[in-house]
C-alpha cells in the first residue's frame, strides 16, 4: 500500500536544543498530520496541514512547534527549543482527502535529554 | 483519547479462532480507521469506514455511527495476526482528519 516515510527513526537531543522531524507523505497526497504517543500512552493529534496551512492544532502543539511543507518536499514538524516532556513517538500521516484514510508513516523516537 | 473505549486490552486466541474487538464512542463519530501495529512499530491500515461494514479475507468491520461503536471481527486467527490493533474515529463537528485513538487491544495468537 501507499507509504509514508519519516526520518530520523531516532533521535537523540540535549534539552533547549532545535529538531526537525522530516516526513514523506505518499505522492498524491493534500492533508498531512502530525501526532505524538508518549510511551505507556495512547496516540495523541497534534495538528494537520492542507494548503501550506495549519488547519488546527491541540492544545499538545506548544508555541515551541511549527510546521511546513516547503516547496512539496518534506513535511516537517519543527520544536525549538526542546524540553523533556517532549520525549515521545512523532507520527506522520498524510490522507488524499480530508475525509479519506489515513496513511501512517513508521514513527520518530525523540529522546530529550 | 477519552472519547474513544477500545475493548479488550488484551486477548489471546488459538489458531484458527475467532473473535470481535470493539471501540465504544462517547460522541458521535464521522468515521473510523482500525490499524494493526506490526512488530516494527508501524501501522498497518486495515479499514476505513463512513458506515456499515466492510470485510477483507478474516477480518470484517462495522460502524454504527449512530449507537455510537465500531467492531473488528477477526475469523480463522492465524499466528501473523498477534500485534496491537487500534481504531481511531472523526467526531463530527472537529476538524476533519483529527483522529481519536483507542488504547489498542494486544492480540496473541497461540499455536
Known amino acids: 500500500g501507499p507509504k509514508v516515510l519519516q526520518i530520523p527513526s531516532h533521535q537523540i537531543i540535549d534539552m533547549g536544543q532545535m529538531v526537525t522531524l522530516n516526513c514523506d507523505p505518499v505522492?498524491?497526497?493534500?492533508?498531512f498530520y502530525w501526532y505524538k504517543q508518549i510511551l505507556g500512552q495512547q496516540m495523541e493529534f497534534l495538528v494537520n496541514?492542507?494548503?501550506?496551512?495549519?488547519?488546527?492544532k491541540s492544545k499538545l502543539f506548544k508555541d515551541q512547534f511549527s510546521v511546513e511543507r516547503p516547496d512539496g518536499s518534506y513535511f516537517t514538524l519543527k520544536i525549538q527549543p526542546t524540553a523533556l516532556e517532549d520525549s515521545a513517538v512523532y507520527f506522520c500521516?498524510?490522507?488524499?482527502?480530508?475525509?479519506?484514510?489515513?496513511?501512517f508513516g513508521p514513527g520518530t523516537r525523540l529522546l530529550v535529554l | 483519547g477519552d472519547q474513544v473505549e477500545q475493548s479488550p486490552s488484551a486477548l489471546s486466541l488459538h489458531e484458527g479462532t475467532g473473535s470481535a474487538l470493539r471501540c465504544n464512542f462517547t460522541t458521535t463519530m464521522r468515521a473510523v480507521q482500525w490499524f494493526r501495529k506490526n512488530s516494527r512499530g508501524s501501522l498497518i491500515n486495515l479499514f476505513y469506514l463512513a458506515s456499515g461494514t466492510k470485510e477483507n479475507g478474516r477480518l470484517k468491520s462495522a460502524f454504527d455511527s449512530k449507537e455510537r461503536y465500531s467492531t473488528l471481527h477477526i475469523r480463522d486467527a492465524q499466528l501473523e495476526d498477534s500485534g496491537t490493533y487500534f481504531c481511531a474515529a472523526e467526531a463530527r463537528g472537529s476538524a476533519l482528519g483529527r483522529l481519536h485513538f483507542g488504547a489498542g487491544t494486544q492480540l496473541i495468537v497461540i499455536p
Open positions: 505522492s498524491n497526497h493534500l492533508y
Open positions: 500521516a498524510s490522507s488524499r482527502d480530508s475525509q479519506d484514510t489515513q496513511y
Open positions: 496541514f492542507y494548503n501550506g496551512k495549519v488547519m488546527e
